[in-house]
């Protein structure tokens, strides 16, 4: 089964608009959510990340925010940029002493100019 | 410092070849992944290796699909009597760190005629 879900799975943005993808898992275990970028025909390369401890994480115009009773979180991309397009996967990382990523399906993101 | 190096990047393989896709990590890392990514579907964990060491098969199919990571040399992926189903991209991934961040590749194309 999918164990994390992730919508929408494409998303339309005008040049200068907000971007916002969610995510929700079930496993509680999970203890690091990490957001990757993909560009067509090259591998996914991390974006940013965030432990349950903390509720949000702004790194530029990348903020994660992350709601641990509600076992959900979000990428919000401000001022999205035509290079911004792409497709960006949500993850989470299995139980402790594990370190392999359970995927959301991604989003394909488009900003038009 | 190169980054994960993955070859060959495009295979085509006829039903019942073999398929050997070949996985460098970057300098360093002693940790590998392999993920398979089917189109417009987010990435599949299959297996977790350290040196000589696999350590998490659990995403493997449990006929045809091999994985090794020798003392020496690349980590390999091997798909044995290929199926039009295992027409995917595969990726690999590297890390530090039993709990580090993963670092991609940028995939092995597998098209099976």
């Known amino acids: 089964q999918q164990q994390v879900k992730q919508s929408p799975q494409s998303l339309i943005v005008q040049k200068g608009g907000i971007s916002i993808i969610n995510c929700a898992y079930e496993?509680?275990?999970?203890?690091?959510f990490p957001w990757y970028q993909q560009f067509p025909g090259k591998g996914p390369a991390l974006l940013i990340a965030i432990r349950p401890d903390v509720s949000e994480k702004k790194e530029g115009r990348f903020t994660i925010s992350f709601n641990k009773s509600a076992k959900q979180f979000s990428l919000h991309i401000m001022d999205s940029q035509p290079g911004d397009s792409a497709t960006y996967f949500c993850a989470a990382r299995g139980q402790t002493g594990a370190n392999n990523l359970f995927f959301g399906t991604g989003t394909r993101l488009t900003v038009i100019p | 410092n190169a980054g994960v190096m993955q070859n060959p990047r495009h295979l085509v393989r006829r039903r019942g070849q073999e398929a050997r896709l070949r996985c460098s990590p970057m300098?360093?890392?002693?940790?590998v992944y392999w993920y398979r990514q089917l189109p417009e579907e987010g990435l599949k964990f299959m297996v977790y290796?350290?040196?000589?060491?696999?350590?998490?098969e659990s995403g493997m199919p449990k006929e045809r699909f091999s994985a090794e990571f020798p003392k020496e040399g690349p980590s390999i992926l091997r798909i044995q009597q290929v199926v039009r189903g295992d027409s995917a991209a595969y990726f690999c991934?590297?890390?530090?760190?039993?709990?580090?961040?993963?670092?991609f590749g940028e995939g092995s194309r597998l098209t099976v005629l």
């Open positions: 991934a590297s890390s530090p760190l039993t709990t580090g961040e993963l670092f």
């Open positions: 290796l350290q040196k000589e060491n696999i350590i998490d």
């Open positions: 496993n509680t275990a999970f203890d690091y």
């Open positions: 300098k360093g890392h002693s940790h």
